[in-house]
């Protein structure tokens, strides 16, 4: 009597060793046992490469699905990082005038009071008698930048820094952004900036225009908001990686 003994598992419907009529048990001989096919070489018999999913092979499961791509294509600011459009995912880009009108309310709110503040030190702007006459834009520019007046200006640079930097990485809005409906947001993934990139930002717009060169400084970024592309970066933004977008 053969030892074989049948194959996990049930038989598929069709098999047609079961649609036979059970025969009458034969004597045992090696000849006979041999020339019986058993149930499981029925069910063996049709597991070939042909055989329907239902035969139970493993390769004729259906193969999975390919893996995602390592990075969504139309991510948030993708463009150079990455994505197909620069900006897909983006909210609008603030206005150039409205960043405008952000800004200077928010020198505005620490100007003045810093201002008054100097008052009873003599003031962070000497104002002189003279007229200017017979002066080069040199001694103007070594009278502003002297004295109590520098120290005022490293004063203020720390002031801005400071203000800039808390508001940008508490929700990405200074007073004047919020009141203008802007946000400043990390480019990669639109997500309000940590303490470096605010401070990096923050270091990078105050630290030329309130010690180098102010009226330069300026005017660089104004430019850049409206001519920069896709994303309206001033240097400030490309030094930090991050974007103005519009929260209206």
């Known amino acids: 009597m053969s030892n074989d003994q049948p194959m996990p598992g049930q038989p598929p419907e069709d098999d047609p060793f079961l649609k036979k009529p059970q025969e009458p048990p034969t004597p045992p001989s090696g000849s006979a046992a041999g020339s019986e096919p058993g149930p499981g070489a029925g069910a063996g018999s049709e597991s070939g490469p042909g055989s329907g999913p239902g035969s139970g092979s493993p390769y004729d499961r259906a193969q999975p699905p390919p893996p995602p791509p390592p990075y969504d294509p139309n991510a948030y600011g993708g463009g150079p990082y990455g994505g197909t459009d620069p900006l897909a995912g983006m909210p609008p880009l603030g206005e150039p005038g409205k960043r405008i009108l952000a800004r200077l309310i928010d020198f505005l709110i620490i100007s003045i009071p810093l201002y008054l503040i100097s008052l009873p030190f003599g003031g962070a702007v000497d104002v002189s008698d003279n007229n200017g006459n017979g002066e080069s834009a040199g001694d103007v520019f070594s009278q502003t930048y002297s004295g109590h007046q520098l120290l005022w200006s490293l004063i203020a640079l720390v002031v801005y820094v400071a203000y800039d930097t808390y ?28 303490t470096s990139a605010s401070f990096l930002r923050a270091v990078v717009l105050w630290l030329p225009a309130l010690l180098c060169c102010p009226c330069l400084w300026w005017l660089i970024n104004i430019v850049l908001m409206f001519t920069d592309k896709p994303y309206r970066q001033g240097l400030h933004d490309k030094a930090a990686k991050t974007v103005v977008v519009s929260t209206a």
Request: cysteine-free; proline content about 4%; overall charge positive.
């Open 167 to 194: 508001f940008t990485h508490k929700d990405g809005r200074t007073i004047g952004k919020r009141l203008l409906k802007l946000r400043v947001a990390m480019l990669n993934d639109g997500r309000v900036p940590d």
